[in-house]
């Protein structure tokens, strides 16, 4: 199998979280690409017609794309049931990656577009998702998000961590403290630890 990568884009890091965690990696070879919305990777495109990333090519049958069939096609393969609790599983990765969709507009927003066409209320509209969403997450899902290992909380520790990385004065942890100690344990998974982004 090939994986078309980038180290920075936090949903080809749920993927890369799952190989470490399933033990899948050695199957898998990473193809580093180098995409924007502006200027898509042609050996991308020609793998996924979306030209977007992550999309896993396989030797038995048609290029997976979407971070969350991807996973659900790692978990099924390793048989490591993380998706165990089937529905709440499921809405908390859908939260999860809308986390990531709204932070990552708000990344593209600053760096796509010229400095004097970047829409404030645009970027202030996403945060407003995301840190909606962070306060959903420490007020109704801590016992889950404390529970075993499922793809619901990979999709969170990726989600958080992209905001530091991207967005570190977004103020996620305030008023979210239960959230903010889960996230400080989580992180330091090794997983987490392997799959960093580099700075810059």
Same mark, same amino acid.
């Given at each position: 199998?090939?994986?078309?990568?980038?180290?920075?884009?936090?949903? *080809? @890091?749920?993927?890369?979280? *799952?190989?470490?965690? #399933?033990?899948?990696?050695?199957?898998?070879?990473?193809?580093? *690409?180098? +995409? +924007?919305?502006?200027?898509?990777?042609?050996?991308?495109? #020609?793998? !996924?017609?979306?030209?977007?990333?992550?999309?896993?090519? @396989?030797?038995?049958?048609?290029?997976?794309?979407?971070?969350?069939?991807?996973?659900?096609?790692?978990?099924?393969?390793?048989?490591? !049931?993380?998706?165990?609790?089937? =529905?709440? #599983?499921?809405?908390?990765?859908? +939260?999860?990656?809308?986390?990531?969709?709204?932070?990552?507009?708000?990344?593209?927003?600053?760096?796509?577009?010229?400095?004097?066409?970047?829409?404030?209320?645009w970027l202030?509209?996403?945060?407003? /998702? *995301?840190?909606?969403?962070?306060?959903?997450? !420490?007020?109704? =899902?801590?016992?889950?998000?404390?529970?075993?290992l499922d793809?619901?909380?990979?999709?969170?520790?990726?989600?958080?961590?992209?905001?530091?990385? @991207?967005?570190?004065?977004?103020? =996620?942890?305030?008023? !979210?403290?239960?959230?903010?100690? =889960?996230? /400080?344990?989580?992180?330091? @998974?090794?997983?987490?630890?392997? +799959?960093?982004?580099?700075?810059?």
């Amino acid at each position: 199998m090939k994986l078309y990568y980038s180290a920075a884009s936090p949903f *080809v @890091r749920k993927v890369m979280v *799952v190989l470490h965690e #399933t033990e899948q990696l050695e199957d898998v070879d990473i193809i580093d *690409v180098h +995409t +924007t919305a502006l200027d898509p990777d042609e050996a991308l495109k #020609t793998s !996924n017609p979306l030209a977007k990333i992550p999309a896993l090519s @396989r030797g038995n049958g048609p290029t997976l794309y979407d971070s969350r069939v991807i996973c659900a096609y790692l978990d099924h393969r390793a048989g490591s !049931n993380l998706y165990g609790r089937s =529905w709440d #599983t499921k809405v908390l990765e859908a +939260t999860a990656d809308g986390i990531m969709e709204a932070a990552v507009l708000m990344t593209y927003e600053r760096r796509l577009r010229p400095e004097n066409m970047i829409y404030e209320p645009w970027l202030e509209a996403q945060l407003n /998702k *995301v840190l909606g969403a962070c306060s959903a997450l !420490n007020d109704r =899902w801590m016992a889950h998000l404390k529970s075993p290992l499922d793809m619901g909380q990979i999709a969170v520790g990726c989600a958080l961590a992209y905001l530091d990385f @991207r967005h570190p004065t977004s103020n =996620w942890r305030h008023g !979210n403290e239960a959230l903010a100690e =889960w996230f /400080k344990s989580f992180e330091s @998974r090794p997983s987490m630890q392997e +799959t960093k982004p580099p700075a810059g």
